[in-house]
C-alpha cells in the first residue's frame, strides 16, 4: 500500500473534485462563472492550448480518435503480458491500472468541465450586445423572414458567377483561404464588441468529413485540444458559417443558439462575400424554419423574396442531407447530442440550434 502511494500521479485523482466543486460553484453564480472562468481560466488555457495545437496542420483531435482506439489496444495488450510475466506482482498491477484508469477519468472530466461545461452558466450574449431578446409575434418573426430574404438574395446575386452546372453555389476560393478569412471577420467583430478580441486559431478541415456527416454534425469544439474542427464534405455555402460558429465556442460562448448568433455576427463583420452569404443563409434558414413551425402561410408569403439562387442552393442542401437522414449512426449522434445539451442546461436540448431566432429578433426590433 505504501509503494501504491508512493506512485506522484495519485494526485491528478484531485482534479475531479477540484473540477466537480468548480462547476458546482459556477451554477451558483454567474459572477463566478463569468469572470474567474470563462474570462479568467478558461480564456487561459484557451491562448495557450490553441497556440500549440494551431501550430499542426491537421486536427488534433481526428488523429486521437483515429490512433487512440489502437493505442488502447496495445497497452491493454501489454499490461495483460505483464500480469503472466510477473505474477507475483499481479496485485501491486491491478491496483496501478485502476489508478491510471482513474488519473485519465480524472484529467478528462476537468478538461471537459473547465473548458466546456463550465461556461453554459456565464452571462448571455445579449448581456454584451445590447439586446433585449423578448417574445415575438408572428408579424415581427415574418418581417424578419423577409428582410434576411432579400439581403440573403441580394449576396447572393454577386455570386451567381461562382455556380457549377446545376446552378448551385460553390467556393470562389479555397477552404484554408475561407478559415484565414474567418479568423480576419472575428477581428472585425472585436473592433465592435471588445468580449470578441483576442487570439483564434485557424478552424481545422477534418478529413474524414464525409464519414462526420454520417453523424449529420457540421463542427465540432474539441475542449480537449481547443481546435475548431469543421466538416468541409457539405454544400459549400455551410461551411463558412461553421467555421465562426465553432470559433465562437473558443471564446466561452458554449450555448449553441449563442454561438449560431455570433457566427451571424462574424460572418457579416467580414468584408468576404461567401462569408456574408453563408451567415445570411443559416440565419434565414433558421428563421424560415421557426416562421413555418408558427404560420406556413406567413412562410410560403416570404418564399416569395427568396432568389432562385438561394432556392436552388436551399435544394441542394436538402438533397446532401437526406442521404444521411433517420440511419442508425445519425440517430445515434442525435440522442447523444441532445441528451448532452439537456445534461448542460439547454432543456430544448438540439433544438437550441433555433433559439437563435431570438437574438436575431431583438437585433431586427433594435434597428427598426
Known amino acids: 500500500m505504501k509503494r501504491f502511494f508512493k506512485l506522484k500521479r495519485i494526485y491528478l485523482l484531485l482534479l475531479l473534485p477540484l473540477a466537480l466543486l468548480a462547476l458546482f460553484a459556477a451554477s451558483r453564480s454567474q459572477e463566478i462563472a463569468e469572470h474567474m472562468f470563462a474570462r479568467g481560466i478558461f480564456i487561459g488555457i484557451s491562448w495557450v492550448m490553441s497556440h500549440i495545437t494551431g501550430l499542426l ?10 490512433t487512440l482506439p489502437f493505442l488502447a489496444l496495445f497497452l491493454l495488450i501489454f499490461f495483460i503480458a505483464g500480469l503472466v510475466r ?25 478538461l471537459l468541465i473547465i473548458g466546456c461545461s463550465i461556461n453554459y452558466y456565464r452571462y448571455p450574449v445579449a ?6 431578446v423578448e417574445p415575438a409575434t408572428k408579424e415581427e418573426l415574418y418581417g424578419l423572414v423577409v428582410k434576411l430574404a432579400k439581403e440573403t438574395s441580394a449576396v447572393r446575386e454577386e455570386l451567381n458567377s461562382f455556380e457549377n452546372e446545376e446552378g448551385v453555389y460553390t467556393l470562389s476560393i479555397s477552404k484554408k483561404q475561407l478559415g484565414k478569412e474567418a479568423v480576419q471577420a472575428f477581428g472585425a467583430l472585436a473592433k465592435q464588441y471588445d468580449i470578441f478580441d483576442g487570439y483564434y486559431p485557424r478552424p481545422k478541415h477534418i478529413y474524414f468529413s464525409r464519414i462526420m456527416s454520417q453523424t449529420e454534425l457540421t463542427g465540432i469544439f474539441c475542449p480537449f485540444t481547443m481546435e475548431a474542427n469543421v466538416n468541409i464534405d457539405v454544400p459549400d455555402y ?8 465553432e470559433l465562437a465556442h473558443l471564446k ?10 455570433i457566427s451571424y455576427l462574424a460572418c457579416q463583420a467580414s468584408q468576404s462575400l461567401e462569408l456574408r452569404y453563408s451567415g445570411l443563409m443559416e440565419a434565414l434558414i ?8 408558427k404560420d406556413a402561410d406567413l412562410y410560403f408569403e416570404a ?21 444521411f437522414k433517420d440511419k442508425p449512426v445519425s440517430n445515434a449522434a442525435q440522442k447523444i447530442n441532445d441528451a448532452y445539451l439537456k445534461a448542460n442546461h439547454q432543456e430544448d436540448g438540439v433544438q437550441s440550434y433555433g433559439r437563435m431566432v431570438d437574438l436575431l429578433l431583438a437585433q431586427y426590433r433594435k434597428e427598426k
Do not use: Q
Not at 455551410?238 to 460558429?245: A, F, P, R
Not at 442552393?313 to 442521404?323: F, H, T
Open 57 to 66: 496542420p491537421f486536427s488534433l483531435m481526428e488523429f486521437g480518435i483515429v
Open 86 to 110: 510477473h505474477r507475483e506482482d499481479r496485485g501491486f498491477r491491478l491496483a496501478k491500472a485502476f489508478l491510471n484508469l482513474g488519473c485519465i477519468a480524472s484529467v478528462v472530466v476537468f
Open 127 to 132: 448581456n454584451y450586445l445590447d439586446l433585449s
Open 238 to 245: 455551410s461551411i463558412g458559417s461553421t467555421m465562426c460558429h
Open 252 to 261: 466561452g460562448f458554449i450555448r449553441e443558439d449563442e454561438a449560431n448568433y
Open 286 to 293: 433558421l428563421s424560415g424554419n421557426a416562421l413555418y413551425a
Open 303 to 323: 418564399r416569395v423574396c427568396y432568389s432562385e439562387g438561394v432556392s436552388r442552393d436551399l435544394r441542394a442542401n436538402s438533397l446532401y442531407w437526406e442521404e
